[in-house]
């Protein structure tokens, strides 16, 4: 049966994407997707372009991926379970701010936010809230909606819980909307905390942290501290394997006075 093919593709797609063998996922996904192409079964189609477009976010291939979004969009009915459906408007949100479509990334989280619902799950709100802020501030948008995510997220997981880096994301969220605000003294001091976490952070957000903290001291005047914490922004974004976000910090850092 083509269904049972296609999710066997899709489990070996995850397998591979968490192994790193981006391309191999790729193509275990895009054998789902196609196998499932004129069949009836919409919840394992929609769940088999997630898989693609997931492979091919994360190997940088983002045209592709927004045109697989755009496809899963169409295959999207009224007959998929609301939380698939509201997952499947946040992977084509998040690609879309990926590939620097703002108002399509807003537009789709928008839809998947009027999907979910804390009642049923309030776990799967916490984590699109959260993420949907940070996305949304990485695309320097800081409105009322964002906060609200950012409210909505501290909420949620003050109510169920979470592990340290869930608490460390919300106080990196919170910091970088003061940044975006124009309350650079308030980030300062949330941004410091994740500093000095005694948890010891990954250097993926200890690079963001010490980004936005030189960027925050640069707002408030404080050369050196801004040149301090974008240097050792770029070192963390190496650790962390993320050349691009390193170049990120020594490109601001030129900008300090």
Known sequence: ?????????????????????????????????????????????????????????????????????????????????????????????????????????????????ATFSPARNLTVWAKFNKASAAMRLAADVADADTLRCIERAELATDVIGGSPNDFLLLKLNRGHWSYLAGESAAAVELLEQICADLETPSPQILGEANLLLGRSYAALGKSAEARQHLLEAADHFEKAGAPQRAEQALEFLTNVA
């Open 1 to 113: 049966m083509p269904q049972l093919q296609a999710q066997v593709h899709i489990l070996l797609a995850k397998a591979h994407q968490g192994l790193g063998l981006l391309e191999q996922a790729a193509a275990e996904a895009r054998a789902a997707a196609d196998l499932m192409i004129d069949e009836d079964d919409v919840e394992i189609a929609v769940k088999a372009r997630q898989a693609l477009i997931a492979a091919l976010a994360d190997s940088g291939r983002l045209d592709e991926a927004w045109t697989e979004s755009l496809i899963m969009a169409d295959i999207i009915s009224g007959e998929v379970d609301d939380q698939l459906v509201g997952k499947a408007y946040w992977v084509i949100g998040n690609v879309a701010f990926l590939c620097s479509k703002v108002a399509e990334g807003l537009h789709y989280h928008e839809l998947a936010a």
